[in-house]
């Protein structure tokens, strides 16, 4: 490995072109500052004035959450002597103040920046990155990422550490809630529209805050989607689908790069100077900030290439981690190494440059409050219904819905009649705001049960029983509630609880169960051996089912499940994934039908865990399984089928939809000429409703082996009942290339496979040569 890995750096700067997805979303980057030699000279001057001391402060991120913390006092004289140079966590204007106020009083007022885990909304929460993938609406994503630095900014913020880009094919891994699922291209458009919407024209802007892409690189990529685990991965794979969409964020302007937790090819990402040198600023022309994450430096040592705190500083520091996410170790070591001549000057003022440029372009150094304002602006009450986004909410929720399955019409269901609505989640509104809910507040968010009972008013009797605990196993329990209250238990037995949930369906016309994971157990720190139900709620659904009354699950959770024998007994199934503060409500105009469901799948789900990897673009294999003809000596399992329970892009909508074959503008395509694709959508049902019309490219034959498919483009349409609409795609030689085995970028001459369809399993196919 270690030869490929000094092979690289120069088959890479080889490479005809960078790994990016270029889009209309990628194509410029957000405004640059308007005059960088002043920017420049100025930085020349303050740093001229800086004591080394000042400088290795500035490398210093510290968190401070809110609450009682001893340490304030400490913490205070630390800004005022100039060793802190950014807070994360702080997050109202009040507590910011205090803080800044501090900075003000150091020898440079040296302002800090205040940071924060902007996932999916500040006060507003929107839905998680699965469900905003779900959408495939850049408007829409983009509008939640506007809302977000609004609302983060009225709050004194200027950074938050998002978009998370990392591309999974793992649901075991609990983080596949925060990303955008396991596709490039989709996941690329997501990055660069929310870091263009949180930064706008201006990053200095009051309503601006700077975007900072994360995990670089490749964290999704964990091994058995154990959380930190290690990554291993061919250059071919990591350049052709795992980078692209943080150089889309980085193209699309992000003022920060996040490192990895995690090793590449069994070099830290933290101490990887290849990775955050030769291909982010080298190849990819990065010049914000670099920041490690928590604790990372130190983990080096756990890591097993770095002797102690100092030798991992060391590593840090000359690999080009520019600020160190809540540690000691650049405060404690970079001095001491600086003076051994362990590490150069020129490493430590290129890192303090790269903190006091992105404070520059903040508009820090004009006005150090402008985002926080004064004390008379502060609001009188933070948690104020009049700061939330309640209309964006609900509109994009709704949005990211996926319908999988409405056998016999069971959805929508009539506004009338008795509904039992069962399960953990249904009144729970700590889980629809999903993991990193920011100052989301719970108790402004509608649960399932209070957005049916608002949609209904008296006009349908609504009953209620929790009938299973989201997870009876005690030591699970105890694991998920460890640093937060996740799981609230009833003491009842689960017997009782099934008992009462079947005496309540008895009662009802159809029973609406909403069941999945908590909040936390699709987070940080939370993979899976199994993407199953826990067994309390599979218990209860077995119960229910056998009451005979019609079964609508309304599913939430943050990552694919296996639904095998949900899928099978349910007469309707709905993913809702964490839908945020306006969930209930978004959930229940889809149930009611007072908005058809329009979401897709942006990753695979498995039929069972032991399927994992399964996703979309795999290669075809020597021997490719063929469900027409099936043979023993294929690429196969042999107790279960190949394919997935639902396919990526796939999602229901309460009208139907039909696909015309493809047609092409010509057949044969020359070196940087174009390629019209066409298809016409009908809505052949009899309600107006949306679809995603998906475009697959395929290389059947190139000098290696390419994915059996892969989204090149995709539109969203809105089609009245009856209507056809042409959609048109426009295909270049981008769309054609890739990395070859020396890692040149480009298309290959030959034949074409157009898939188009919607989803990436029912598609129409075309096909043309490139000459
Ligand atoms: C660790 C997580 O990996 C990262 O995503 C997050 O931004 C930081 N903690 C800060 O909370």
Do not use: C
């Not at 913490?75 to 100039?82: K, N, S, T």
């Not at 550490?161 to 996941?187: A, C, K, N, Q």
């Not at 600023?281 to 994450?293: A, V």
């Amino acid at each position: 490995m270690k030869k490929l890995r000094l092979l690289l750096p120069l088959l890479i700067a080889l490479a005809a072109a960078p790994a990016t997805a270029q889009t209309s979303d990628t194509a410029s980057a957000a405004a640059p500052v308007r005059n960088q030699a002043a920017r420049e000279a100025f930085l020349d001057r303050l740093m001229q004035r800086m004591t080394v001391d000042e400088k290795i402060g500035q490398l210093r991120l510290v968190s401070v959450p809110a609450g009682a913390n001893p340490d304030k006092p400490r913490l205070l004289a630390d800004i005022r002597a100039g060793r802190a140079g950014a807070i994360f966590n702080t997050v109202t204007p009040h507590d910011i103040r205090v803080l800044q106020d501090a900075a003000m009083q150091s020898r440079l007022k040296i302002p800090l920046f205040f940071a924060y885990d902007v996932i999916h909304g500040q006060r507003t929460i929107f839905p998680i990155g699965m469900g905003l993938a779900s959408t495939w609406n850049m408007d829409a994503i983009r509008q939640t990422g506007r809302i977000s630095a609004i609302e983060a900014s009225a709050d004194g913020l200027d950074m938050t550490w998002s978009p998370m880009v990392d591309i999974s094919r793992d649901p075991r891994w609990g983080r596949t809630s925060e990303g955008f699922g396991e596709d490039t291209y989709l996941t690329s458009r997501i990055g660069a529209a929310l870091v263009r919407a949180y930064q706008g024209d201006d990053p200095a802007a009051r309503g601006s805050i700077m975007a900072v892409v994360k995990h670089f690189a490749a964290y999704g990529a964990v091994e058995g989607g154990r959380d930190y685990n290690t990554v291993d991965m061919s250059p071919q794979r990591l350049f052709q689908d795992y980078l692209p969409p943080y150089k889309a964020a980085v193209d699309a302007g992000a003022a920060g790069v996040m490192i990895a937790l995690n090793a590449l090819n069994g070099v830290p990402a933290t101490g990887d100077k290849w990775l955050l040198q030769d291909v982010l600023r080298k190849q990819w022309g990065f010049k914000g900030i670099t920041i490690s994450d928590h604790g990372a430096i130190l983990e080096m040592i756990k890591h097993g290439v770095a002797a102690d705190g100092r030798d991992a500083s060391r590593l840090a520091i000359t690999a080009g981690a520019d600020m160190s996410m809540s540690d000691t170790m650049y405060g404690e070591n970079l001095r001491p190494l600086l003076d051994s001549g362990r590490v150069r000057m020129a490493d430590i003022d290129r890192a303090t440059r790269d903190v006091l440029r992105v404070k520059y372009d903040l508009g820090l150094f004009q006005d150090a409050y402008r985002r926080i304002g004064s004390p008379q602006d502060d609001p009188p009450d933070i948690n104020a219904e009049s700061r939330l986004h309640r209309g964006a909410a609900r509109s994009v929720a709704r949005e990211s819905l996926v319908l999988l399955k409405n056998q016999g019409d069971a959805l929508p269901l009539k506004k009338q009649g008795t509904i039992a609505v069962i399960g953990p989640l249904a009144k729970s509104q700590r889980d629809i705001m999903g993991n990193w809910s920011a100052a989301g507040q719970a108790d402004q968010a509608v649960s399932v049960f209070q957005g049916m009972a608002n949609a209904l008013g008296d006009r349908a009797r609504l009953l209620y029983a929790k009938g299973a605990n989201v997870i009876d196993d005690p030591e699970i329990v105890k694991y998920l509630n460890l640093y937060e209250q996740d799981v609230e238990v009833d003491p009842r037995t689960p017997a009782q609880l099934v008992d009462e949930a079947v005496a309540t369906a008895r009662q009802a016309d159809v029973v609406v169960a909403v069941v999945g994971e908590s909040q936390g157990m699709a987070h940080e720190a939370s993979s899976r051996t199994d993407i199953v139900l826990p067994e309390s709620q599979a218990r209860l659904l077995r119960a229910l089912k056998a009451t005979g009354k019609p079964l609508v699950l309304v599913l939430m959770n943050g990552r694919p499940l296996s639904l095998v024998w949900e899928s099978e007994n349910a007469d309707a199934m709905l993913e809702t994934w964490f839908a945020g503060t306006e969930g209930g409500n978004a959930i229940a105009d889809v149930l009611f039908g007072d908005y058809n469901p329009s979401g897709k799948l942006p990753m695979t789900f498995p039929r069972s865990v032991g399927q994992i990897p399964l996703y979309y673009n795999h290669l075809n294999t020597g021997r490719p399984f063929d469900p027409q003809n099936p043979d023993k000596y294929t690429s196969r399992y042999f107790d279960a089928p190949n394919g997935p329970l639902f396919p990526f892009g796939y999602g229901l909508s309460y009208t139907t939809f039909g696909v015309s074959d493809v047609t092409l503008s010509r057949t044969s395509m020359p070196r940087g000429g174009k390629v019209e694709a066409s298809v016409t959508v009908t809505n052949t049902g009899t309600r107006d409703g949306a679809t995603v019309v998906q475009l697959y490219i395929q290389d059947p034959v190139a000098s290696i082996s390419r994915p059996v498919k892969e989204l090149k483009h995709f539109q969203k349409v809105l089609l009245k009942a009856g209507e056809s609409r042409q959609v048109s795609f426009t295909i270049d030689e981008k769309d054609l290339s890739f990395y070859n085995a020396q890692l040149q970028y480009g298309a290959e001459p030959g034949l074409f496979n157009v898939y188009i369809g919607l989803d990436s399993q029912d598609v129409k196919r075309g096909s043309f040569t490139l000459r």
